[in-house]
């Protein structure tokens, strides 16, 4: 099965489970979704109506840890950890994944001492290990462990849940995109007509080189025939000639 396809499943599953549930009851699903080793999608469990109920509750708290891992970092996480509960071992490991992710999004190199702080790796041994076992073989990246450079080059990398205002952002890419494409695609067309009308003149032009060249051929056989025919004079009748020019 493809890691899609267990997306799928796994979110389809949550939010039917957290459908029907109110309050701390919502509590225990959202620490098994934000745990679980193969789903790395929230927004849409987090759309689910009953978790927006949370906020300003008790257990808004929790609300705010499933936010988190829909959009945030391990560095987020730290530097909010007054403002929300402790993670458990699994949630932590879950959300570092999330934050290689976060940035192979955007970079295709990562270096390591960037990797390293952000996750709170004290060597490039760890850093590897965690890379290697967690995300490559988990399926979430893939890509090539450069030792000399001290870097990891993303070559792919599973996309992560769209933040607010990122989609405007998104639209407005694409939109650019298309502008630049359709601009393109003019310019390609003007050279191909280009290219055609300089191809037609090419070949009249030559059309006409051949035609003076078959006319200069002509003309210089004709001129080597009436050369070839005409009378030439012997020595006798030269001879002949001059006396009768003397008589």
């Known amino acids: ?24 009851l919502l509590v225990p699903v959202i620490i098994e979704a934000t ?7 929230f927004s849409e469990i987090l759309a689910v109506p009953s978790f927006a109920e949370l906020e300003g509750t008790e257990n808004s708290r929790h609300l705010d840890v499933l ?9 987020d996480y730290k530097n909010n ?10 949630q932590v490991l879950k959300l570092k994944q999330l934050t290689v992710l976060t940035f192979a999004e955007t970079n295709k190199v990562l270096p390591y001492d960037q990797l390293m702080q952000e996750l709170d790796v004290t060597n490039v ?12 073989y988990a399926g979430i ?20 849940d769209l933040r607010p205002g990122q989609l405007g952002n998104m639209l407005q890419t694409l939109s650019n995109w298309l502008a630049t ?18 191809s037609e003149l090419n070949k009249k032009h030559r059309k006409d080189v051949e035609d003076r060249v078959e006319e200069v051929k002509k003309s210089l056989s004709l001129k080597k025939l009436h050369t070839v025919s005409r009378p030439t004079l012997t020595s006798e009748a030269m001879k002949r000639s001059t006396l009768n020019l003397v008589e």
């Open 1 to 24: 099965m493809d890691i899609e396809q267990k997306q799928a499943e796994l979110i389809h599953h949550f939010v039917k489970q957290a459908s029907p549930l109110k309050g701390s």
């Open 35 to 41: 745990s679980h080793p193969s789903l790395f999608s």
């Open 67 to 75: 936010r988190l891992f829909a959009h945030g970092t391990w560095t």
């Open 81 to 90: 950890a007054g403002h929300l509960p402790e993670l458990i071992s699994d």
């Open 125 to 136: 041994r760890e850093l590897e290990d965690f890379l290697i076992n967690e995300c490559m």
């Open 141 to 160: 990246v893939r890509g090539k462990l450069d030792q000399l450079r001290r870097c990891f080059e993303v070559q792919f990398a599973a996309g992560r």
């Open 181 to 198: 494409s359709e601009n393109l695609l003019v310019s390609i067309q003007e050279k191909i007509k280009w290219a055609d009308t300089m």
